[in-house]
């Protein structure tokens, strides 16, 4: 590893310099920028492992999540699933590599931005709906526009709970304990949740 880590500094080196015209100045020139580009890049090595705390464990954490979105967007594709494997690498990689007070923090804070987003988002929504203004310029009656509500407030509490009690039977099938088992009353409560 040395080897390779020194030939990619000694070839960005020799990168840098005007080849055609080789003297003992240009020789020094290129033993300054590979001697610089070998220490700074070994000190900042060095920096970086003892720059380890859960500060900067969470905030890197949280960082590489929000690079992958970036990089989504520069390249005009879609955030959600990018962000969503680069969790599941995270999860599987970095997660085993903190510190546990760090694992604690992360849990926590993600579950609190968590939190606040969905809250903001059924607020807005919730806003949105009871615009007064958007209701008047509707040319749907209030009986078309109720039965729309309602048929789509219907629908949501299907899928949800096409979603929950399937998946709750297979993770009781799985379950080896029997006191473990998610009961139909806890199905039917996390059911309702889901679709609030």
Same mark, same amino acid.
């Given at each position: 590893?040395?080897?390779?880590?020194?030939?990619?500094?000694?070839?960005?080196?020799?990168?840098?310099?005007?080849?055609?015209?080789?003297?003992?100045?240009?020789a020094?020139?290129?033993?300054?920028?590979?001697?610089?580009?070998?220490?700074?890049?070994?000190?900042?090595?060095?920096?970086?492992?003892?720059?380890? !705390?859960?500060?900067?464990?969470?905030?890197?954490?949280?960082?590489?999540?929000?690079?992958?979105?970036?990089?989504?967007?520069?390249?005009?594709?879609?955030?959600?699933?990018?962000?969503?494997?680069?969790?599941?690498?995270?999860?599987?990689?970095?997660?085993?590599?903190?510190t546990?007070?760090?694992?604690?923090?992360?849990?926590?804070?993600?579950?609190?931005?968590?939190?606040?987003?969905?809250?903001?988002?059924?607020?807005?929504?919730?806003i949105?709906?009871?615009?007064?203004?958007?209701?008047k !310029?509707?040319?749907?009656?209030?009986?078309?526009?109720?039965?729309v509500?309602?048929?789509?407030?219907?629908?949501?509490?299907?899928?949800?709970?096409?979603?929950?009690?399937?998946?709750?039977?297979?993770?009781?099938?799985?379950?080896?304990?029997?006191?473990?088992?998610?009961?139909?009353?806890?199905?039917?409560?996390?059911?309702?949740?889901?679709?609030?």
């Amino acid at each position: 590893m040395v080897n390779d880590a020194t030939s990619i500094v000694l070839f960005n080196a020799v990168q840098s310099l005007d080849v055609s015209n080789i003297d003992l100045l240009t020789a020094l020139k290129l033993l300054r920028t590979f001697l610089y580009l070998f220490f700074t890049s070994t000190a900042l090595g060095i920096a970086m492992v003892h720059w380890h !705390s859960t500060d900067h464990e969470v905030a890197l954490m949280m960082l590489m999540a929000y690079l992958s979105d970036m990089l989504t967007e520069l390249l005009n594709l879609r955030g959600i699933l990018t962000i969503f494997l680069c969790v599941i690498v995270m999860s599987h990689y970095t997660w085993h590599n903190v510190t546990e007070s760090s694992r604690v923090t992360t849990k926590h804070a993600f579950a609190t931005i968590s939190f606040i987003a969905e809250t903001f988002i059924f607020l807005y929504v919730g806003i949105d709906a009871l615009d007064i203004d958007k209701w008047k !310029s509707s040319k749907a009656s209030p009986g078309t526009s109720i039965a729309v509500s309602s048929t789509l407030f219907a629908l949501v509490l299907v899928g949800r709970a096409a979603f929950v009690f399937p998946i709750a039977n297979i993770t009781n099938c799985i379950k080896k304990r029997p006191s473990t088992e998610i009961e139909l009353r806890k199905q039917v409560i996390i059911s309702d949740i889901f679709s609030t």
